[in-house]
Each structure stands twice: as C-alpha cells, then as structure tokens.
T-cell receptor, first 116, second 114 residues
Framework: AQTVTQSQPEMSVQEAETVTLSCTYD???????LFWYKQPPSRQMILVIR??????QNATENRFSVNFQKAAKSFSLKISDSQLGDAAMYFC?????????????FGGGTRLMVKP | GAGVSQSPRYKVAKRGQDVALRCDPI?????LFWYQQALGQGPEFLTY????????KSGLPSDRFFAERPEGSVSTLKIQRTQQEDSAVYLC????????????FGQGTRLTVV
C-alpha cells in the first residue's frame, strides 16, 4: 500500500515571501500522479497543482511550483509571493495511474499561516 | 450544477441513530468517490462508483456504512446505528471517466455523534 507523509504540521510565512511545504511518499509503482490540495475553512478541497510521475519537468501553476524528486520519493510545494488568501490546510496526495477508479491517498496535512 | 453539492452541511446525530448524507456530483461526471476526514487528519477513502456500479468499497469501516448511486448521478452515504467514532467530515468527489482531469470535491458534511 502507498503512504504519504507530511512532516510539518504547521508552517508560517510572511506575506510576499516564499515557503516550501514538504511531502514524501512510499510506493513500488512506476505509474502514478501526485497532487497538492488546499483546504480552506470552508472544507472544500481545491486542486493546487498536479504532477505526472513520468514527467521529469516540475509542474508550475502561477505562484505555485513543485520540486519532484522521483528517486527520493519527494514532492515539495513552493509558494512564492505568499498572500493572505493562501492561508489554509495543504494536503499532498498520491494516486496510482492506469485506472479511473484509483483513489487518492492523502498525507496528514500542513497548516499554513500567512502573517501580514 | 456548477460544482459538487453535499447536504446537509452539518448533521448532529444521537448515538444509535441512522443518518443519510447526500452528494450531487457535477453533471456528466462518471466517477464518484466518498472520503472520511477525521478532525486534524487527511481524508481517507471509503468507496468508489463508476456510474451506478459500486466498484470499490474497501474503505468502508464497517457493515454499518452503506453507499448507493442508483441512477448513476446522486449518491447517498448511509450510516446505521451511529457511533461516536463516526464523527468526521464526509467528503464527496466526482470526476470524468479516465481520470485525465481533476477530481472536484464538495464542501463536505460534518457529522457529530453525541
């Protein structure tokens, strides 16, 4: 079974600065996807960024980018120019490839606080 | 609809009561998932539907949990004889077939068993 570990229960960043959230995973599969989700107090999970394991290039979405180290099974999220609206719980998630019914396996989450 | 809709948003049940949680996925989404999120933890998979077929129910914690999606659209998660350990947020997610796109989540139902 796959596992996802987020070792930082809480992180804090000053507005406009950069923060990196860590995630490691364990799998024996070669075909998989990795995700970062944001969960604000409204509880709705919002997809921030996704990475296909077969792609060597790190995914980027505006101020959000990842550092995908496949051999080390590491998938960190970098948030640049942090904004107050970035404050939320962030979850790293893993999904096996090849089957529409494969579920997401989530880490325990990191609470990000943004200081004005 | 515009997004995944879940109801009720909050539910308080007395221990031993039966509850039913509803999920209305995005129109046309074939895949539907239920997750359970305990306080301070990440969501955990409960069950998966492709259209009306329940293809994976390996995450359901006990036979008190039952899910259905009879017409391949709206889904209901039913919990019989609720226990305190059932207190959690129940999240529903839907996606197009093939998982080439993202899963869209609803806002969840927070169940409190007293």
């Amino acid at each position: 079974a796959q596992t996802v570990t987020q070792s930082q229960p809480e992180m804090s960043v000053q507005e406009a600065e950069t923060v990196t959230l860590s995630c490691t995973y364990d799998t024996s599969e070669s075909d998989y996807y990795l995700f970062w989700y944001k969960q604000p107090p409204s509880r709705q999970m919002i997809l921030v960024i996704r990475q296909e394991a077969y792609k060597q290039q790190n995914a980027t979405e505006n101020r959000f980018s990842v550092n995908f180290q496949k051999a080390a099974k590491s998938f960190s999220l970098k948030i640049s120019d942090s904004q107050l609206g970035d404050a939320a719980m962030y979850f790293c998630a893993y999904r096996s490839g090849g089957n529409a019914g494969n579920m997401l396996t989530f880490g325990g989450g990191t609470r990000l606080m943004v200081k004005p | 609809g515009a997004g995944v809709s879940q109801s009720p948003r909050y539910k308080v049940a007395k221990r031993g009561q039966d509850v039913a949680l509803r999920c209305d996925p995005i129109s046309g989404h074939v895949s539907l998932f239920w997750y359970q999120q305990a306080l301070g933890q990440g969501p955990e998979f409960l069950t998966y539907f492709q259209n009306e077929a329940q293809l994976d129910k390996s995450g359901l914690p006990s036979d008190r949990f039952f899910a259905e999606r009879p017409e391949g659209s709206v889904s209901t998660l039913k919990i019989q004889r609720t226990q305190q350990e059932d207190s959690a947020v129940y999240l529903c997610a839907s996606s197009y077939a093939g998982w080439s796109g993202e899963a869209f989540f609803g806002q969840g139902t927070r169940l409190t068993v007293v």
